[in-house]
C-alpha cells in the first residue's frame, strides 16, 4: 500500500500544495492566493485550507505528514519561518504549532526554506540527480537559494544558509524587500525586473511587449517578455540578457566561495530559459577565480515548481533529518 505525504510551497503571490504518494508522485494539486499584504494569521488560514483539502482526498490515515517550503529562514528544527521577504508583518512563527493547533490534529509538519525545499525535489526527481552537490537558484516573486552539498542540505549553524538572493552585486544598486542594497533579488525578483523593463521600454516603441499586453504596461510579466523574446522581439531579449548577466555576476560569487561547479535554477522566472541562463553562462567564468572554472554548469530545473512540491513532500517521507543520501 503506498504512502502519502503534502508538500507545500508558500509563494509570494500564491500558495500550492499537492498530494504526493512516494511511489507514484504527485496525485492532486491545488493552490490559492497567498494575499501576503494580509500578513501571517491570513496566510497560515490560507495553508491549513489547502491541507485539509488535500487531506480529505486521501485514503483515510494515509498521510505520514506535510512538508513545507517557505522563504525566510527556517530555524533549526525545522518548526518556525522568520522574516519571510514577501508576507507582510510575519516577524517569527511557529508553523508546525499552528498549523497542527488549526487542523486539530497532531500530524508531523516539518518546515524548510523553499529553495532547500525546491533542491531536495531537484536532487530526487530533476536536474540534480546525477551530482552529489550543487547550488539551487530559485527565480520567482523573489529569489532564493539552497545548497546541496554531498547529498545534504547545507543548512549554515542555524538553518539559514544559502540566501543567495540576498548577496549583493552593487552596494549601491536597488534594495531588495528584505532591506539589503544590491541584492540580486533587488534585479531578478519578479516585481523588481518588470519594473526595470517598464522603465527601459520607453526607448523602444515598437516592441512586441506593448501588443502583448494591449499596451497596458502595468501587465507585463517575465512571462510576456519570454513571449516577446520567442518572437524575436530585440527588447525582450536585450532584458533578459540583462537579468542572466546579473545572474552569472552572482552565481560567481556563489561558486568562488563554495567550490561548487553545478548550479540548478529554478522558479517561474527560469522559464525563459536559455534567454536568461545562457547570458548567464556566458558570464559566469568571468566572476569566478581561474582555479575553480573547470566544469562549471547551469542547468534549467525542467520540473518547474513541482520540484517545490515533490521536495517538500520527501521531507514527510523522509523526516526532519532528509537527506538526498536515500534516494
Known amino acids: 500500500m503506498s504512502s502519502y ?7 509570494g503571490t500564491n500558495l500550492k500544495a499537492a498530494l504526493v504518494a512516494r511511489e507514484d508522485g504527485l496525485l492532486e494539486q491545488t493552490q490559492r492566493p497567498t494575499e501576503a499584504r494580509k500578513g501571517p494569521e491570513h496566510v497560515t488560514s490560507q495553508i491549513t485550507g489547502l ?40 516577524e517569527s512563527v511557529n508553523l508546525r504549532a499552528s498549523l497542527q493547533s488549526r487542523l486539530g490534529r ?8 523553499d529553495a ?23 527565480l ?5 537559494g539552497g545548497i546541496i552539498y554531498q547529498n545534504k542540505i547545507f543548512r549554515g549553524s542555524t538553518g539559514g544558509a544559502g540566501e543567495i538572493g540576498h548577496m549583493t552585486v552593487d552596494y549601491e544598486g536597488p534594495f531588495a524587500n528584505t532591506g539589503v542594497g544590491g541584492a ?23 516592441s512586441t511587449v506593448r501588443d502583448l499586453v494591449e499596451g497596458d504596461l502595468e501587465q507585463m510579466s517575465p512571462r510576456t517578455l519570454y513571449d516577446a523574446a520567442t518572437q524575436g522581439d530585440e527588447f525582450a531579449q536585450a532584458m533578459l540578457a540583462w537579468a542572466g548577466h ?5 552565481l560567481g560569487s556563489a561558486v568562488n566561495l563554495l567550490d561548487i561547479r553545478t548550479i540548478v535554477v529554478g522558479g517561474g522566472v527560469s522559464a525563459a530559459g536559455d534567454y536568461i541562463l545562457d547570458p548567464a553562462r556566458d558570464v559566469l567564468p568571468r566572476f ?5 572554472r573547470d566544469d562549471l554548469q547551469i542547468h534549467r530545473e525542467d520540473l518547474g515548481n513541482e520540484a517545490s512540491l515533490l521536495g517538500a513532500a520527501r521531507l514527510a517521507f523522509e523526516g526532519k533529518d532528509a537527506q538526498v543520501g536515500t534516494r
Not at 59 to 81: F, K, L
Not at 106 to 113: F, G, H, K, R, T
Not at 288 to 292: A, I, K, M, S, Y
Request: one cysteine or more; hydrophobic letters at 45%.
Open 51 to 90: 491541507v485539509a483539502d488535500l487531506i480529505d482526498l486521501a485514503p483515510s490515515d494515509a498521510v505520514m505528514g506535510v512538508g513545507i517550503g517557505a522563504p525566510g529562514a527556517v530555524n533549526w528544527e525545522r518548526t518556525t519561518v522568520s522574516h519571510p521577504p514577501n508576507i507582510d508583518d510575519w
Open 246 to 250: 546579473k545572474l552569472g555576476c552572482v
Open 116 to 138: 532547500n525545499v525546491a533542491a531536495l525535489g531537484s536532487a530526487f526527481h530533476g536536474a540534480g540527480r546525477h551530482v552529489d552537490s550543487f547550488i539551487m537558484v530559485t
Open 5 to 11: 505525504a503534502i508538500g507545500v510551497d508558500i509563494g
Open 106 to 113: 497532531s500530524l508531523p509538519i516539518i518546515v524548510e526554506n
Open 184 to 206: 540580486i533579488e533587488g534585479y531578478l525578483g519578479q516585481r523588481f525586473l518588470t519594473r526595470h523593463a517598464r522603465d527601459r521600454i520607453v526607448n523602444y516603441p515598437d
Open 140 to 144: 520567482g516573486t523573489g529569489v532564493g
Open 288 to 292: 569566478v577565480t581561474p582555479g575553480l
